[in-house]
């Protein structure tokens, strides 16, 4: 794996819309703050033309999307790459981006999750770069920063932190500025063990956006996770697909090689209904999952219902669960 170099103070982060843009008064003020706050921490911040316009939930059209990125991505001054928010649409992006100057460039952190997931996933599997599954830029406007934003801009900055579960997570959102942390955080161990050790390459993201890479020339998945003798951990965030389109994305997800060299999976919080019909949530899972024959825990701090893990995709991790409870090592070989 090839890992970006840490920060050091001055350095410049850039910022830039990948899918959606941010046109809301309230996001743009946070999306300020923001700035405010990587400022305060001695970093730069270089904005690219498109994060504050947005149309049929995309910042710009796919080539001057792609076209900022890869501005951001040259600059030799900009050292990080946040993304402004998630979206719907990143995927489209993808074709337009430089396989021969990022292959050439020096490479430099890109962070951020939901659909920004698919263009992490997209540069380690397809590069072996290392990326970082985290916060969209607007989550640094919180002051105090929560713990999840402390952990990543240790990860940032080469302090590579052990991670525990989080006491608390965030069901529903009262506002912006911080989160609204009144649900007990409860790991499940899909097998009903108290005690399992997960340990291999660790790679995955938000499903939803992922799964757009089936069938197409730009997944080379099968490839990625089939080259590491330890194996691979999968990480799963599932933000809107519902019971049954989710058992159907596993379903793709092994028959197109995906779940190759597999140790173990990690499903993250789910805001979806957990039962159709007579088919619930856990069902669904040993349905889709049993014959893979490895641990699966789920309801991690992995997604959309924060808080959540800062996630090195392509490390080389090892996931201990205990009793409803976990944690995450990470190591850059």
């Not at 046109?23 to 911040?45: F, Q």
Request: with cysteine.
């Amino acid at each position: 794996m090839v890992y970006p170099e840490f920060l050091k103070p001055n350095d410049t982060i850039g910022v830039t819309a990948t899918s959606t843009g941010v046109t809301e008064i309230e996001d743009i003020e946070r999306l300020e703050d923001a700035y405010k706050n990587l400022e305060h921490l001695d970093y730069k911040v270089k904005e690219t033309d498109n994060v504050r316009k947005n149309k049929h939930f995309v910042s710009s059209d796919a080539v001057t999307r792609a076209k900022e990125f890869m501005d951001l991505w040259e600059d030799t001054d900009v050292k990080a790459i946040i993304t402004a928010t998630g979206g719907e649409f990143l995927m489209e992006i993808l074709p337009y981006l430089s396989a021969e100057k990022i292959k050439n460039s020096s490479p430099k952190w890109v962070e951020g999750y939901s659909d920004t997931s698919l263009l992490l996933y997209y540069l380690t599997t397809n590069f072996d770069i290392a990326t970082l599954h985290s916060v969209n830029v607007k989550s640094y406007s919180m002051d105090p920063a929560p713990k999840c934003i402390e952990n990543t801009l240790n990860i940032l900055k080469g302090n590579i932190v052990a991670q525990e579960s989080f006491p608390l997570y965030e069901k529903e959102k009262i506002n912006s500025r911080e989160y609204n942390l009144t649900e007990k955080v409860v790991y499940k161990h899909l097998y009903n063990k108290n005690e399992d050790v997960i340990k291999g390459r660790i790679i995955g993201g938000c499903i939803d956006a992922l799964s757009t890479l089936f069938g197409t020339p730009l997944d080379n998945t099968k490839n990625f996770v089939n080259k590491f003798p330890e194996g691979v951990i999968w990480y799963i965030d599932n933000y809107e697909l519902s019971i049954m389109a989710l058992y159907r994305v596993f379903w793709q997800m092994k028959q197109a090689g995906w779940f190759d060299n597999i140790n173990g999976i990690l499903i993250g919080r789910t805001g979806i209904s957990k039962e159709v019909w007579d088919l619930d949530y856990e069902t669904m899972l040993h349905n889709a999952l049993d014959d893979l024959h490895v641990p699966v825990i789920y309801d991690v701090d992995i997604g959309h219902l924060p808080q959540q893990f800062a996630i090195i995709n392509g490390s080389l991790a090892t996931f201990t669960y205990s009793n409803g409870k976990g944690k995450l090592t990470q190591q850059l070989l």
